[in-house]
């Protein structure tokens, strides 16, 4: 008992001692060392924002979209929430998947990263079915007249057929 309570002790020790918050190199404790891109899922031809606070309240960035295809853009300070924000436009040829987004700061600032989650357009706009669905049953109004008057036609030519042999069958008359 006293074995497995000490190892318990200690497994619970390690993992609290492993789980501690790592500090960065510029001495941030993980609060605006990273990008906040919004949103984070979008489809092409959207708009993104990106917002740090990492390179200070009059700080500078260069942002680099080029893994979407967006190419640079510029973070500049002001806005309401303070530090440094730029957007871009997510190409209309943007392929569906998840990209980094990278910033530099200015004056040899911290290197920023963030994910940004593209979309096909047609995950966020439902589109409606048109059209008819091909099941080889067919249907009275079907794509082509001609095609069902000849199915109409056969359907009464067998059950004249059909009838005519039930009753010669019921006068004794056979096949």
Known sequence: MRR??????????????????????????????????????????????????????????????????????????????????????VPPSAQPGTYEIVAQCARGGPRLTGDLEVALASARRPVAPRGSVKTGVGGALGPDPVQTAAGVAALAVAAAGGTWLLHRRARGDGI
């Open 4 to 89: 497995t309570t000490r190892l318990l002790t200690s497994t619970a020790l390690a993992v609290a001692v492993a789980g501690g918050t790592a500090v960065p190199a510029n001495g941030a404790r993980g609060v605006g060392t990273d990008l906040e891109i919004r949103p984070v899922g979008v489809v092409p031809g959207d708009p993104v924002t990106v917002h740090t606070a990492a390179c200070g309240t009059d700080g500078t960035a260069a942002g680099d979209a080029g893994a979407v295809g967006a190419g640079r853009f510029t973070l500049v300070p002001g806005g309401q929430r303070g530090g440094a924000s730029g957007t871009f436009r």
